[in-house]
């Protein structure tokens, strides 16, 4: 058993701690909002009030927020505040700069600690199924050491580098969703128009070339007008400007991903941004409904 360290229990991480408390292990949890944590104390986890404090009482520090900002604040005036970090792993899960888990991580170094940056792809499903996929920064040693933990939130675990490469990795992952997400809604209008049996259309499709995650996971959402979120289009936006802040920071430009990137900016300025990303479809059937036959 070891104490674990879990901070930001939202829709994501309340699911993966979950599974690090089933497994056994000793958990403490701290949340911005003290009432998503509920469940998790419920079970037997020790709220904590700081993160700092979460830092002080465990030995493997996840944590799961919201924007790269939380994170910078969650590490320097928190995590790191803690007098006893020397010896501790700490481990981004977040979606966040490539830039900033590298900065983490040598401070970490210099502490006397290590870290990792883990972002996951999955949404909801995966985290609450244990079958996220996990792409990982930082050293052999470090990842080898949180591997087991990592084994109770996903099936696809992989070290792709040193410290920020997973986050690279993640962006490359979000550019492949942004191209999916647009290409589903779109052929999702399409059918629509043309008076198609939608039931005929995802079992045909699913089948085939135009198969993706996003067509088997998000259309039958969409054709339910279900757009409670997975993963908000919120963070996607944050996502899509990351992932394009770092392609023009390597003279890389992307001219599909911003578009995708406009078109949910304006969802989000529409007022959804606290959807789910399906709810891309509202910007083509009105309100998300699906047109009647």
Not at 19 to 25: E, N, P, S, T
Not at 201 to 217: H, I, Q, R, V, Y
Request: hydrophobic share 40%; proline share 3%; aromatic share 8%.
């Amino acid at each position: 058993m070891t104490k674990i360290g879990w901070i930001g229990t939202g829709v994501m991480g309340a699911a993966q701690a979950g599974h690090l408390q089933d497994a056994g292990h000793e958990l403490y949890v701290y949340n911005r909002t003290k009432s998503k944590t509920d469940g998790l104390v419920a079970k037997g986890a020790v709220y904590c009030e700081t993160p700092k404090t979460v830092a002080e009482a465990a030995d493997v520090i996840f944590t799961m927020v919201g924007y790269p900002r939380d994170v910078r604040e969650v590490y320097f005036e928190g995590i790191f505040q803690a007098e006893n970090i020397a010896g501790k792993i700490v481990v981004d899960m977040t979606t966040s700069e490539p830039g900033l888990a590298v900065e983490i991580a040598k401070k970490a170094v210099e502490l006397g600690a290590s870290a990792l940056d883990a972002p996951v792809s999955g949404g909801d499903i995966g985290a609450k199924n244990g079958t996220l996929t996990i792409m990982v920064g930082g050293t052999q040693k470090t990842f080898d050491a949180v591997l087991p933990f990592f084994q109770a939130m996903g099936k696809t675990i992989t070290l792709e580098g040193s410290a920020g490469t997973g986050q690279h990795t993640k962006m490359a992952n979000q550019i492949g969703i942004a191209g999916t997400m647009t290409a589903m809604c779109e052929l999702l209008a399409y059918a629509g128009a043309a008076g198609l049996d939608f039931d005929k259309l995802l079992a045909t499709l699913g089948g085939g070339g135009a198969s993706t995650w996003s067509l088997t996971n998000y259309a039958p959402r969409i054709l339910a007008e279900d757009y409670t979120p997975g993963f908000f289009v919120k963070h996607f936006v944050k996502d899509l400007g990351i992932a394009l802040t770092c392609a023009k920071e390597m003279g890389l430009n992307l001219p599909a991903t911003a578009q995708a990137n406009g078109l949910y900016e304006k969802l989000a300025s529409e007022g959804f941004e606290n959807d789910g990303t399906q709810a891309l479809m509202k910007l083509y059937w009105g309100e998300g409904k699906r047109p009647e036959r």
